[in-house]
């Protein structure tokens, strides 16, 4: 029975609404004007939010591709100065058998030994000058998202051997060989000879434009060879480790803390830098202003649905005076006060939520136009509308075209019949 009652009510809006739209249609200008506050504000909160959305969503993304959301690196802080008990002189921080160590350990996708970059001096027939020359990990490079462009990165054979290959910085390719192909050719560092694998150049993000061109002007060596040569005693500067994506970050995190602290018999030579906890946290951040800009333009979006509710209302008291005749002859045909309040409400309703779906249509426009004007200046930049501000828009737009239309709807229905009928 519920339901038997609710049906024709149903029925009955969605008949005022069409007769709402010939109205409309009737007074298509001054709809027009009416519903310009309402369209601006629905497309202002679609637009903006779904661009603070794809803000967020594409810091996380810049964010993975550096691959830090799910790492944890350990660092080196052996042998120290400031040592007071007898394990800290003795163990005197991580070494080659740590990084192999770390291979075996479960619930791991990668693990990467690297040794901070070192300035030595580089030769070629062209070029002598001293360059950073930094220690990696077979796939480091790709791990950190850098493109190689030639040729190859360090292997794990030429970990294990700690061969003497080197993947260059694209920017050192013309100081070093000019035109030539460098692939294959030798190079000297600290005068020993070094074949030329591969050609790196540094990724760029499509968010921030930070430069990254310091890392094309570096000089890519496995850490191997560094350990053994230039540190000795076979130490490394860190190590870092990929935890998968089917293991609980902070579980695998404080596991493989201990594993490295019981191999170090408790001795204090490492630190623990977790990349994840760096990225939550510049990604709370990011959250709280983009929690504080949202503020910012609902509020500026509200102000204008309210300025449009007030053409509304305006709108609906000119309609009002325009249509009392008609009003006092639905209510001499049985009409009463319930059905006229009921006819304006639609009214007032229909032009909101056209207004909010014109304004949301003007949102995606809008998105649209951003980025067309991204790609112009070469990056994909790739907005997704925010359904949660769509539905807001509405929301807000229904409720200002009850707020606003309900004085004008029920000063119509306190009109007296015959007086209504008089009306010229």
Known sequence: MPEDRRLPRISEWGELMVEALREVWAHKMRSLLTLFGIVFGAASVVSLTSLSAALKVMAYTELSRMGMPATVGFTDRGPRSDATRALDLRYVGLNLDDVEAFRDFEHLEGVYGHVYPRRLLVTSPADQRVIPVEGVDADYLTFRNSRIVRGREVAPLDVRNAARVAVIGEELVEPYFGAADPIGRTMRIEGLPFEVIGVLAPFELELVPADFSFLARRIYVPYTYLTRYVLGARRVDNVLLKVSNDTDFATAMAAATAFLRERHRGADDFDVENEAAD??????????IMQGWNIVLYTIAGVTLVVGGIGLFSVLLIAVRERVREIGIRMALGADDRAVRRLFLAESLTLALLGAILGIAGGIGLI???????????????IGVHLPGAAMAVAFAALVGIVFG????????????????REL
Do not use: K, N
């Not at 991204?374 to 994909?380: K, M």
């Not at 004085?407 to 119509?412: G, M």
């Open 368 to 382: 649209m136009v951003t980025e067309a004007i991204a790609r112009s200046f070469g990056r994909a930049f790739v």
């Open 279 to 288: 990225v939550a946290e510049d990604l709370a951040m990011a959250d709280g």
């Open 406 to 421: 309900w004085y004008p709807a029920s000063r119509a229905a306190r009109l007296d019949p015959v007086e209504a009928i």
